[in-house]
């Protein structure tokens, strides 16, 4: 059975699932947000507490990097929990075959009757998919898994990686490039952009409201500017 996984895994490794792909836009998407909201609150907050450009600029540093491999590290482990979960329950759908192969079939076929499939059709279905591939089909059917095409961890660690890199980019650049007459104003700015952008592509790829997704963003991301600036206004 593991010889098979393997073959299979192989000749399906370029062809990535709609899931797959999801999950690590939806990485980025997250990592880009926190690396936004992360570092501003670290440049505002250092910001208002002293006007050392040099010190501003390294605090953001510190922060994005930190925030960066700390999303990664994160994504990483969750995802690398999850694609264990979905193996271990491929592994139990496995052994169940070898068990009890009737009633593997019989989930099959209620599946398909649950859709509205003739209980005389369903069964020829069940019957035809589980001779073709068993374990493809049940896991499929009982687990939403598409056998060999588990959630990858890496893909994930280093979407997320990227993305909060390049967020938290967007106002560390608009503090350390803009005079200090501009650089509060530019940075309130590149935030409420950024921010409205992941809104939006958070919103895009849950299939939820856009205009929903900015607002929330929106307000998060001046709440956050402005309990950050008034925590620096106490030192």
Same mark, same amino acid.
């Given at each position: 059975?593991?010889?098979?996984?393997?073959?299979?895994?192989?000749?399906?490794?370029?062809?990535?699932?709609?899931?797959?792909?999801?999950?690590?836009?939806?990485?980025?998407?997250?990592?880009?947000?926190?690396?936004?909201?992360?570092?501003?609150?670290?440049?505002?907050?250092?910001?208002?507490?002293?006007?050392?450009?040099?010190? *501003?600029?390294? =605090?953001?540093?510190?922060?994005?990097?930190?925030?960066?491999?700390? #999303?990664?590290?994160?994504?990483? =482990? %969750?995802?690398?929990?999850?694609?264990?979960?979905?193996?271990?329950?491929?592994?139990?759908?496995?052994?169940?075959? $070898?068990?009890?192969?009737?009633?593997?079939?019989?989930?099959?076929?209620? @599946?398909?009757?649950?859709?509205?499939?003739?209980?005389?059709?369903?069964?020829?279905? /069940?019957?035809?998919? #589980?001779?073709?591939?068993?374990?493809?089909?049940?896991?499929?059917?009982?687990?939403? *898994?598409?056998?060999?095409?588990?959630?990858? +961890?890496?893909? /994930?660690? @280093?979407?997320?990686?990227?993305? /909060? %890199?390049?967020?938290?980019?967007? +106002?560390?650049?608009?503090?350390?490039?803009?005079?200090?007459?501009?650089?509060? +104003?530019?940075?309130?700015? %590149?935030?409420?952009?950024?921010?409205?952008?992941?809104?939006?592509?958070?919103? $895009?790829?849950?299939?939820?409201?856009?205009?929903?997704?900015? *607002?929330?963003?929106?307000?998060?991301?001046?709440?956050? #500017? @402005?309990?950050?600036?008034?925590?620096?206004?106490?030192?």
């Amino acid at each position: 059975m593991a010889a098979n996984e393997e073959v299979r895994v192989k000749k399906q490794k370029e062809k990535q699932t709609m899931s797959e792909k999801l999950n690590t836009l939806r990485a980025g998407v997250l990592g880009s947000n926190d690396g936004i909201l992360t570092v501003v609150g670290v440049l505002f907050s250092v910001a208002a507490a002293t006007n050392n450009q040099f010190t *501003i600029f390294i =605090a953001g540093l510190s922060d994005l990097l930190a925030c960066a491999f700390s #999303m990664a590290s994160g994504e990483y =482990a %969750s995802v690398s929990t999850q694609k264990d979960t979905e193996k271990s329950a491929v592994d139990q759908e496995a052994t169940l075959l $070898k068990t009890n192969y009737a009633d593997q079939e019989t989930a099959v076929q209620k @599946f398909y009757e649950d859709r509205g499939v003739s209980a005389e059709t369903s069964l020829a279905i /069940a019957q035809d998919l #589980m001779h073709k591939d068993a374990l493809a089909t049940v896991v499929n059917v009982k687990e939403n *898994i598409q056998l060999g095409h588990y959630m990858n +961890p890496w893909n /994930a660690a @280093f979407s997320s990686l990227i993305a /909060a %890199s390049l967020g938290g980019a967007f +106002p560390l650049i608009a503090m350390s490039l803009f005079s200090t007459a501009w650089q509060w +104003p530019a940075t309130i700015i %590149s935030v409420l952009l950024s921010v409205t952008l992941t809104g939006f592509l958070s919103a $895009k790829l849950g299939h939820g409201l856009v205009r929903t997704a900015i *607002i929330r963003n929106v307000i998060v991301g001046i709440i956050t #500017m @402005f309990i950050h600036y008034y925590v620096g206004q106490l030192f």
